[in-house]
């Protein structure tokens, strides 16, 4: 088996885990780990052989970018405190915890190579994290959490590896002048962030066909990277940045095949780039294997301590954390999004698996220093690393369904049933006052008047019946089982359209483009 063969087998893996995860009750991304590890066990498959500068500009930028299309602006800006104390701060916290253990039992390590390591497996991945919780219904804050604390994690860890590496690569360091790169850095990222979103907003209204629109915003991510590394600013807080413009302002709102479709297109890119990553994990063991063969002993001795505090460093941080910031949110009463028991901070701390930034950052480590002499124990800190990726990800992935139904922590309907509908009272409303406006520029007949009216009221109606009373609720019932079998005939009737247009191309002096373009109007419609 070659290597584009094993890329397409990984591929192919990251669609059906997905399905099997479901039956399961498992998280796909922990199944494609375990794909890649029996892959790597078998004497066919070839090593993973990619040039580590290429690991985390190929990985990284889609998927920061589908995860941040999950959620928006206001959320971070809402959630900045807890967001802060129980994720930012926690990478330093986690960083200095495993530098300094590393340091202690590893023999001959240099201080930056273990700031490295401590980097590079402090930041939870915020793909495999939310993949679990949306698996498992866990509370909405919770989610909101996670994916926070994954997504500014994997910039400080991300920022801080970088710094490190430096120091370890150049032989020198200077705390001011690291300071002052960090803070560079970020400028630079935002700037660059800022003015690709900008620039692509403007791209993607004059583009106007949905096609060059999707395929336009596949390239952003890649772009935003590449030019804030160039610039020396942070590639990943780049997307970022440039991720939430666009969310907050691209795409008109009319724009509906545009949404719907560019949805489509990266759920799918999401799903075959993090299967890829978390099965490149599993393969990586043939090298963790070469690397610990005649010292299996001392290694895993290393790897459990570091593993250990890993996992030590996290509870023992959100505790107390979690507390603080309890009482801040109890005093100022603002609207935040925090775990309200124990049994929810146990959940969090559990779901904290490292995963494809830490594995990105590991093989990313170069392979030789400036003087081109060999990175200090670049094999160490890659089996180190790995083995909290393993013990996190496998672990943890496995059992936190166990633990969540264990301890009943069970998402609140309650909330986002009475949040529906308020945007469904929102939609009707707003649907009614233009109704208004066109009636005071044009005659309308009044039997016209009176079924947009209540076409209006149908708006939010169908978005949740529950505003309505019950006499309008039974009518709506009986009004929607009309229209279902309406649409059950039309689409039969369409289905028999796009049947005799396929039909079509196979006759002979049938012009295949004429043909796709009338199956594309009669999909639209279908769509409508």
Do not use: C
């Amino acid at each position: 088996m070659d290597q584009l063969a094993l890329l397409f087998v990984l591929l192919l893996g990251a669609v059906l885990t997905v399905p099997l995860g479901d039956r399961l009750g498992l998280p796909s991304p922990v199944l494609m780990t375990l794909l890649g590890i029996a892959l790597a066990l078998i004497q066919a498959v070839p090593n993973v052989d990619i040039n580590p500068d290429l690991i985390l500009p190929l990985v990284l930028p889609p998927l920061l970018y589908a995860a941040v299309h999950r959620t928006s602006w206001r959320q971070f800006a809402a959630n900045k405190r807890p967001i802060f104390l129980l994720a930012v701060a926690l990478v330093f916290v986690t960083t200095a915890a495993v530098a300094f253990t590393a340091d202690a039992i590893v023999p001959g390590l240099p201080v930056a190579a273990a700031v490295a390591l401590g980097a590079l497996v402090a930041p939870p991945d915020p793909v495999a994290a939310t993949a679990v919780a949306g698996q498992l219904g866990l509370p909405r804050r919770m989610v909101s959490i996670l994916e926070g604390e994954g997504l500014f994690n994997d910039v400080t860890a991300i920022v801080l590896y970088h710094v490190a590496i430096a120091a370890a690569v150049s032989g020198t360091f200077s705390l001011p002048h690291a300071a002052l790169e960090l803070v560079l850095s970020a400028v630079v990222a935002i700037a660059v962030g800022w003015a690709l979103g900008w620039i692509a907003n403007k791209l993607i209204g004059y583009l106007g066909d949905a096609t060059l629109q999707i395929g336009l915003t596949l390239l952003i991510p890649y772009a935003s990277y590449v030019l804030a590394e160039e610039l020396k600013g942070s590639g990943v807080l780049a997307v970022l940045t440039t991720a939430m413009f666009l969310a907050e302002h691209a795409f008109d709102a009319d724009d509906v095949l545009t949404r719907l479709t560019g949805r489509a297109f990266w759920d799918v890119v999401d799903t075959l780039v993090t299967g890829v990553a978390f099965g490149l994990i599993g393969l990586e063991v043939h090298n963790v294997v070469r690397t610990a063969e005649g010292r299996w002993g001392e290694m895993l001795g290393w790897a459990g301590a570091v593993v250990g505090v890993v996992i030590v460093v996290r509870l023992l941080w959100l505790l107390p954390m979690t507390w603080v910031t309890r009482r801040m949110h109890l005093r100022r009463d603002v609207d935040e999004d925090i775990p309200v028991s124990w049994r929810e901070t146990v959940v969090m701390w559990w779901a904290g698996m490292r995963g494809v930034a830490s594995v990105a950052l590991a093989l990313a480590i170069p392979l030789t220093m400036d003087d081109g002499s060999p990175f200090p124990d670049r094999d160490e800190i890659v089996f180190l690393a790995f083995g909290v990726i393993m013990a996190t990800l496998v672990l943890q992935g496995l059992s936190l369904p166990w633990l969540v139904r264990k301890l009943g922590v069970r998402s609140d309907d309650t909330a986002e049933r009475e949040y529906e509908r308020q945007l469904a009272v929102r939609a009707a409303k707003a649907a009614k006052r233009r109704l208004k406006e066109i009636e005071e520029v044009e005659e309308l007949p009044e039997e016209v008047q009176e079924q947009m009216l209540r076409r209006a009221f149908d708006i939010g109606l169908r978005i949740n019946p529950e505003i309505g009373a019950d006499e309008r609720r039974e009518k709506q019932t009986k009004r929607d089982a009309r229209i279902k079998r309406i649409r059950r005939i039309q689409a039969e009737m369409m289905s028999a359209a796009r049947h005799e247009v396929l039909a079509a191309r196979s006759e002979a002096g049938s012009d295949p483009e004429v043909v796709d373009r009338v199956l594309r109007k009669l999909d639209v419609r279908s769509l409508r």
